[in-house]
């Protein structure tokens, strides 16, 4: 499943505050064509509220968002026509309360998207998505509320994919699944990477280290746009997570909550 066409993402000096206190400052970058963009940064620097800003779920006191050159700033229904956002899977496990297996979600999302199809093109379009994200059709008839946190993440990635949109924005993809998923999704990730912009903000950056062709690293008014070894760097790192760091002849390692990440010097 391709993208009709390569996006662009343009963050033009996006300020946000909450309750009088500024959240993100005079925030600027920008990217054109496939490839990841990760968001880095401590607990509350202000990664999830840049995501839901990029989807247009967010009005900032000031700035500009362009997608493909056109302005979707605060304007969820424009910014739908380009990206799809997969929220942290807390917040899209809470979404779901009632009996619906994985197909059944997939089918219902195809339904609203206003694509007209026929049953069996449905079926294959679903099957197709279903592979992308590694899928089972066994796991396609299970009950939503009985699969574990790795199941669901697929299937909500799945569900973002139905719409074949040519950026992808994923938010603590890796967060609340066990284990042996995270790698198996990590890889998934990578792999739409390479037809899509994907924009990802995670607490486990070396699990996308291989794919990233750009960093965000973020907390709140301080930030930092480049390549990973343009920002990867003990000067920058110091900048961004302050005592959180701690160095150990040519390591560096920084604390991302519960994580910690070594880096060489």
Do not use: W
Request: charged share 25%; with cysteine.
């Amino acid at each position: 499943m391709e993208a009709i066409y390569e996006p662009s993402l343009s963050v033009e000096y996006l300020t946000i505050s909450y309750n009088g206190e500024p959240i993100l400052e005079d925030l600027y970058f920008g990217y054109s064509g496939n490839g990841m963009i990760q968001v880095i940064g401590p607990n509350g620097a202000g990664k999830s509220t840049l995501l839901r800003s990029i989807a247009g779920l967010i009005k900032p006191k000031k700035g500009i968002v362009r997608i493909n050159g056109t302005d979707i700033t605060a304007k969820p229904f424009l910014a739908s026509r380009f990206l799809s956002f997969v929220p942290q899977l807390t917040i899209a496990d809470r979404s779901i309360t009632f009996p619906i297996t994985a197909g059944e979600l997939l089918l219902f999302e195809l339904r609203v998207s206003g694509e007209k199809l026929s049953k069996n093109s449905s079926r294959e379009k679903i099957i197709s998505v279903a592979e992308i994200v590694g899928l089972s059709s066994e796991e396609l008839e299970m009950d939503l509320r009985a699969m574990s946190g790795g199941q669901k993440q697929k299937v909500f990635i799945a569900r973002a994919l139905i719409h074949d949109r040519p950026m992808l924005l994923l938010d603590e993809p890796l967060s609340s699944i066990d284990p042996a998923s995270r790698a198996e999704i990590a890889e998934k990730i990578s792999e739409l990477s390479k037809k899509k912009l994907v924009v990802v903000t995670s607490h486990d950056p070396m699990a996308f280290m291989e794919s990233t062709a750009r960093i965000l690293l973020i907390n709140r008014k301080t930030y930092f746009f480049g390549t990973p070894e343009e920002v990867l760097k003990e000067d920058v790192l110091e900048k961004i997570y302050g005592r959180m760091i701690v160095k150990n002849g040519r390591h560096v390692h920084f604390f991302d909550d519960s994580c910690v990440h070594n880096m060489k010097k």
